[in-house]
């Protein structure tokens, strides 16, 4: 039904989501019986575990949905999310320990450039660093 959206749908993340840019869109659930219609400037988020749907009326405009314009957002978000994230949208593989990255939380907003540009300011900002051997980056605590 629509022309212009954006769809978020990782196998890493509890939900799936879709941002409506203009035109109309129809998502239907898996067991076909949840359905919404979404006009300009709604965000749909569908939670794969309780197979729900929650529609917010112009979400594409807040903040932290700049995904569907290219931005990266990061509002208190887990370090290993923000990592997954950035493996998902540069197509890079990141190595890391949850030890190190688990209690980290990070806020800031990245335009889409380079991957080591934004991957750089985002580990400055959590005091790491990174190193790149056979095209893994891998992460590590900032030596002292």
């Given amino acids: 039904l629509g022309t212009s959206f954006a769809i978020r749908a990782w196998p890493h993340t509890p939900y799936i989501q879709v941002a409506l840019v ?7 659930g898996y067991n076909g019986t949840l359905k919404e219609t979404l006009v300009p400037g709604d965000l749909l988020t569908f ?5 729900t749907m929650a ?3 112009n979400g ?5 949905y700049k995904w569907t ?3 990266i957002v990061l509002s208190n978000t887990r370090m290993t999310e923000a990592l997954e994230q950035l493996e998902q949208l ?4 990141i190595r890391y320990d949850n030890r190190q990255t688990d209690n ?3 806020t800031g907003k990245f335009n889409r450039e380079g991957f080591d540009i934004v991957l750089q300011n985002l580990l400055f900002a959590a005091d790491m660093t990174y190193t790149k051997k056979d095209g893994i980056y891998y992460i590590s605590q900032q030596q002292k």
């Fill in 22 to 28: 203009k035109g109309s869109v129809r998502v239907t």
């Fill in 47 to 51: 939670t794969k575990t309780e197979q």
């Fill in 55 to 57: 529609k917010i009326a």
């Fill in 60 to 64: 594409v405009g807040e903040d932290r």
């Fill in 69 to 71: 314009e290219g931005k």
């Fill in 90 to 93: 540069y197509g890079v593989t």
């Fill in 104 to 106: 980290r939380k990070l």
